[in-house]
């Protein structure tokens, strides 16, 4: 292990978490400019299809991903699988699972047209279905670029699919209506495919390693360890769409997409933590070594990201709420309107979901898996205990209270699990330090010296 550390020193933490915001801000920005132009040229309806297909997109891609994207990151960033290698195996993977995916996704389409996805014409179910490959291929792919700490390989890829999707959702939604913003998406997906292959090709094409065999296995099972928590826990954020699009009409979906949409930018900061924080914990937990105050190094990573969480949740909620009560009356309108209150409703859940997410990623990187599957197997069923009885009578109102509530309930097992494998004092994990306010802003100066250069930065 110490050859490999020595071959591939570690970068700062908090840099990678900030090269990654800004990839998650642009991501979201990108989003929300493509929720607008929607809304204004094809209202509440037409909103409520894009995100159907959107959402359909999203958990597919984890059903169907059979877990692998965490596993691929784990063994690459133990240094057993050669980059290059994993990129070839993961692209494969994703093309066979995806094509799987997306026939068994036209089967489901088939019955359920009437209820969960009616609004979805059959083009646009061919269409979304048929990106489904293509989404893989550049979620696994990215996966190989965030194990070897290549940041900003990463966080160009994951920003091309949505930057796609802003010119050719918008261009062909004003051209051809509902069925263009949905082929506009599906396009997008192909697009970002082609550049990650790209980005990571590039990137790795020099790096010898040794050869293994085996490792695409010891990735799968690695990975299926946290599929069914993945599975699980993409069902708890998007179940509520289809049971509220099977009892309500597709206006109310729209309305309430933009809530989600615009709620889910208080997981910017969480899961850049929890997307560099993963692999390293992966990395570090394969040693001991001292890191000082009295923790090694994984402990001292771990502390870190819980307490910069923390820190971040005040502004977080602080932001949400300004742009609910000013920026989503701007920008969409009248008919928006009863996004506010959907959207109040969900901040308090989204908070805790948020600090949850950099939890599973220290109990996951720590070998433990397993533990994201038992808290799923716990608030899943009371989740959708929730949604059956809140939204029929409810509508909207009762997804947005259902969901804030599931979030929080993920957010205190998340953490009950996350001590069962770390045993620092409490006020170590969760109360902020001078150091973690020094840490944001030496980041932000690191960021600016790599987008201004160019180039990896320590």
Request: proline share 5%; hydrophobic share 50%.
């Amino acid at each position: 292990m110490a050859t490999r550390s020595a071959e591939r020193p570690p970068r700062h933490l908090a840099a990678g978490a900030s090269i990654n915001v800004a990839a998650q801000v642009a991501t979201i920005a990108a989003a929300g400019i493509t929720s607008v132009a929607v809304a204004r040229l094809l209202g509440p309806s037409g909103t409520g299809t894009l995100a159907l297909a959107v959402t359909l997109v999203a958990v597919s891609t984890t059903v169907f991903s059979l877990g692998l994207r965490s596993g691929v990151i784990y063994r690459v960033s133990r240094g057993t699988w050669a980059p290059r290698a994993a990129a070839r195996a993961a692209l494969a993977s994703a093309l066979l699972l995806g094509t799987i995916g997306g026939i068994l996704g036209l089967g489901f389409y088939a019955l359920t047209s009437g209820s969960v996805l009616e609004g979805l014409s059959p083009t646009m179910a061919i269409v979304t279905f048929a990106s489904l490959p293509f989404a893989l291929a550049w979620l696994f792919i990215a996966s190989v670029a965030l194990a070897v700490e290549r940041y900003e390989a990463y966080g160009a890829i994951t920003v091309v699919q949505p930057l796609a999707q802003v010119v050719l959702a918008v261009t062909l939604a004003a051209t051809i209506g509902t069925l263009g913003a949905v082929l506009g998406f599906a396009i997008s997906q192909v697009v970002a495919a082609a550049a990650a292959v790209v980005l990571v090709r590039r990137r790795e094409a020099a790096r010898p390693h040794p050869r293994r065999s085996g490792e695409l296995r010891a990735a799968a099972r690695f990975g299926l360890l946290s599929w069914g928590s993945e599975v699980l826990q993409n069902l708890n954020y998007r179940l509520d769409l289809f049971v509220l699009n099977a009892f309500g009409v597709t206006a109310d979906v729209g309305v309430y997409s933009v809530a989600l949409t615009v709620t889910s930018f208080a997981w910017i900061l969480p899961s850049a933590l929890q997307t560099v924080l993963f692999p390293r914990t992966a990395r570090l937990d394969t040693g001991d070594e001292p890191a000082g105050d009295g923790l090694t190094e994984v402990e001292l990573a771990a502390s870190r990201g819980t307490r910069q969480t923390v820190l971040l949740l005040i502004p977080t909620a602080a932001a949400l709420v300004f742009a609910l009560l000013v920026l989503v009356p701007l920008l969409y309108g009248p008919s928006f309107h009863r996004t506010i209150e959907l959207g109040l409703i969900l901040v308090p859940g989204t908070l805790a979901l948020g600090l949850a997410r950099v939890l599973v990623a220290v109990t996951s990187g720590r070998g433990h898996p397993q533990y994201s599957l038992y808290g799923r197997l716990i608030d899943m069923p009371i989740t959708a205990v929730l949604y059956f009885i809140l939204i029929p009578t409810h509508g909207a109102t009762g997804a947005a209270v259902a969901s804030s509530i599931s979030y929080a309930l993920t957010g205190v097992i998340s953490f009950v699990f996350f001590r069962r494998v770390v045993h620092l004092p409490l006020r170590t994990l969760l109360v902020p330090t001078r150091e973690d306010l020094r840490d944001w802003r030496s980041a932000a100066r690191v960021a600016r010296r790599r987008f201004s250069r160019g180039g990896p930065t320590r």
